[in-house]
């Protein structure tokens, strides 16, 4: 038996349940079975039973054994003191609170419909190296995978603002910080992540706000504080003119170049190289000095791309690193590194800038925004597309890489919507 199989019968009632009786012979009657917590505490919160006639509110706790409650540590947590009823499959003995009144118990051993079991274990067992589920999934009708999909973005959303979270809180609550420094992280598309975000952090907003006029000063400060301009052994006319801004900018802000050899150039494509993307960053500071808040105000997606549609300054168009010349390309950011920054640093901060302020509209305009962007392509989406759900856009993938990474490899298919119309309708 599984303690997951349980709370799926108990919150969904499936079990015999008129004359339900304690192993102590009271009479049980669930006139809610409460909310399910997935925090530290008891398994079910805000639970209304009747326990002989009378009507008790408070928690539930589910085990697979009533001696796990000891072996669980609950006897010395007061959180556990609440607890209203015990619900196992096995009494194998009768648990006390401090005060050494019993804890009503119920045993659902013998209680439900076996084959209810017998699908569980087929759908958690399944055969597949992918999901459990993989076989049946297409059977799910798209109504309740779409209504499940909605569900499963909010939550990825959700998840992803704790980050965010932190950072305003870090910033002292100033959002244009934070966002900067959440955008900074996304300049380095997963393989630069940690240079750029010890770069942002090193190098206050406010700072290079200071020199929000002169597009050569923004990247003398950024490529001086994250350390490429030590290194350079070809100096021109632009490098010079960088070294110079960065000197008497260093002075001035004391700021200390981090180590040159954190940012990393190999297996990557020259025009995601570290250089490009600072260049780029610089562009987009450079153009709007509030960002955060243009962003915002964006009257709609076309005019959100168009803003962040950048191009490096012309030095660029002939190199991608410092001490080499290239062929004449413009190193524009492009549409799907664009979309890359909305759905990594962009829709979850206006989602999580939204919820804080109660301003529905924001909320929803992120989610607006994922759903215009391309869905996302690697491993774990073409995985589902091996198995025939293929999604268009990028609110589609991001549920999915949250299905997959929160729900399928933890095998909580009786907390899944999937999971759940499976076990209802084998
Ligand atoms: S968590 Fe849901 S989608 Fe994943 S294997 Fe279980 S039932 Fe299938």
Not at 209 to 231: P, W
Not at 333 to 343: A, F, Q, T
Not at 359 to 369: E, F, G, M, P, T
Request: proline letters at 3%.
């Amino acid at each position: 038996m599984q303690e997951d199989f349980l709370y799926y019968l108990w919150k969904n009632r499936l079990f015999e349940s008129t004359s339900l009786k304690s192993i102590n012979a009271e009479q049980i009657e669930i006139i809610n079975p409460g909310q399910r917590n997935d925090d530290s505490g008891p398994d079910f919160f805000n639970a209304r039973i009747s326990i002989d006639g009378f009507l008790w509110a408070g928690n539930v706790e589910i085990h697979v054994k009533a001696s796990d409650w000891t072996k669980h540590g609950h006897t010395k947590d007061r959180a556990f003191d609440t607890v209203i009823l015990h619900v196992v499959y096995d009494a194998d003995v009768a648990i006390k609170r401090a005060d050494g009144s019993t804890i009503p118990t119920i045993e659902l051993r013998g209680k439900y419909d076996n084959h209810r079991w017998q699908h569980y274990l087929d759908l958690i067992q399944g055969a597949s190296k992918w999901v459990p589920c993989e076989k049946n999934f297409l059977d799910v009708p798209e109504i309740v995978r779409h209504q499940w999909f909605d569900r499963l973005l909010v939550e990825r959303l959700e998840e992803r603002t704790k980050s965010i979270k932190e950072l305003f809180i870090q910033t002292r609550n100033n959002w244009e910080e934070s966002f900067y420094r959440h955008l900074s992280r996304s300049f380095g598309f997963r393989v630069n992540t940690i240079p750029f975000e010890i770069l942002s952090s090193s190098l206050p907003l406010a700072t290079i706000g200071r020199h929000k006029n002169q597009l050569v000063q923004i990247e003398a400060i950024l490529y001086g504080t994250a350390g490429f301009l030590g290194s350079i052994h070809n100096d021109d006319y632009y490098t010079k003119e960088l070294k110079k801004e960065f000197r008497i900018l260093q002075i001035k802000f004391g700021l200390k170049p981090m180590s040159v050899h954190l940012w990393k150039f190999g297996r990557l494509r020259p025009g995601n190289f570290p250089t490009i993307r600072i260049a780029q960053l610089a562009s987009l500071l450079y153009h709007h000095e509030q960002l955060f808040d243009a962003v915002i105000h964006a009257n709609g997606f076309a005019e959100l791309i168009d803003m962040l549609d950048v191009t490096a300054s012309p030095y660029w168009s002939r190199h991608y690193s410092f001490d080499a010349t290239s062929e004449f390309s413009e190193k524009n950011l492009g549409r799907s590194s664009i979309e890359s920054l909305i759905i990594n640093s962009i829709a979850p901060f206006t989602f999580f800038y939204g919820q804080y302020h109660q301003q529905d509209y924001l909320v929803q305009k992120s989610l607006i925004w994922l759903e215009k962007c391309k869905s996302e392509n690697n491993l774990i989406l073409r995985g589902w597309e091996q198995i025939g759900l293929k999604v268009k856009d990028a609110a589609g993938s991001q549920a999915l890489l949250h299905q997959k990474k929160m729900y399928c490899d933890f095998k909580k298919c009786v907390n899944c919507g999937i999971g759940n119309y499976l076990l209802k309708y084998p």
